[in-house]
């Protein structure tokens, strides 16, 4: 009889194999959506289950007959992360097929109704240009310096400024995810009503998606307006370390620090009003 101690000894030893490939699973994600694998399923038809040979044949595919082979293994590895389902067919031959259709969670990877997914945001983490950084991690601790710049020779700001692709491809990625944290936010905080204008601080580009009065704004001046807006990522340490990779003078702030530095600024009290996407609205 297996003992306790043994099950939870087997239970890390599969985790520790889950963070020795933690960087597959992103990357076959991006390729899934490089490639429209889920736009191709989701165009099928609701409730679709395709084989990776009929996903094969909607793609550019040129003199690669091992291309639903690699398909497959691609589907089969976002089944398991529950991005994907999966359904075995036994054929008259008796033959086993998979068929895959989308889960839930793969309908954010997906354009709504809006035209926007999170696929861009995804896109921009995972771009060569900032996957290439974190190589340089290590020696940011022992020498000092921003893994961004050890890697580069520039702040990324200055290296996007010289970079027209990776500009766009950032811009992209929260022309997309803005408006989809905006509309959760507006759907689900009250407090809006009655505002006829809101200053969004450090909004970017795509947080006006839908809502002409807001006003996107940097942090060189905020101006006046019915009430100021200000995202912050909550709970999330992995996109705070992706933001101090490239950056020193970001930080991830407990509750209790955001009201110590609302307080400092002036306001009579802070609370957190709401969350969505792991951002946090605190007026």
């Known amino acids: 009889m297996v003992t306790s101690t043994e099950e939870e000894e087997d239970s890390h030893r599969q985790y520790a194999m889950q963070l020795v490939s933690a960087s597959v699973l992103p990357m076959v994600l991006k390729a899934a959506l490089e490639l429209g ?9 609701p409730g679709a289950l395709l084989s990776p040979s009929e996903i094969a044949s909607h793609l550019p595919i ?154 996107e704004i940097c942090f060189t001046s905020v101006p006046n307006g019915d009430a100021i807006f200000m995202k912050v990522m909550k709970s999330s340490f992995q996109l705070e370390f992706f933001s101090t990779n490239m950056k020193t003078d970001r930080k991830e702030r407990t509750e209790a620090e955001f009201a110590k530095l609302g307080k400092e600024a002036g306001f009579s009290s802070t609370k957190v009003a709401c969350c969505a996407y792991l951002g946090g609205g605190i007026p």
């Open 37 to 45: 694998v889920l736009d191709i399923i989701e165009r099928a038809g």
């Open 62 to 215: 040129h003199n690669n007959p091992d291309a639903p082979f690699t398909l497959d293994r691609i589907l089969r590895l976002l089944a398991s992360h529950s991005i994907l389902t999966c359904s075995l067919v036994t054929h008259h031959d008796g033959k086993v097929h998979r068929l895959c259709g989308l889960a839930p969670v793969s309908k954010y990877f997906i354009p709504n109704q809006d035209g926007v997914s999170l696929a861009p945001f995804l896109h921009a983490i995972q771009d060569n240009v900032i996957v290439d950084t974190w190589n340089h991690l290590k020696d940011a601790v022992l020498e000092g310096g921003l893994p961004f710049r050890r890697t580069y020779g520039m702040d990324a700001i200055d290296y996007v400024g010289k970079d027209a692709r990776l500009c766009e491809v950032s811009r992209a990625s929260f022309r997309d995810y803005n408006p989809i944290f905006m509309n959760k936010i507006l759907a689900t905080c009250s407090g809006f009503e009655g505002l006829k204008s809101l200053v969004d601080v450090g909004g970017g580009n795509g947080i006006n998606f839908h809502y002409g009065m807001l006003q």
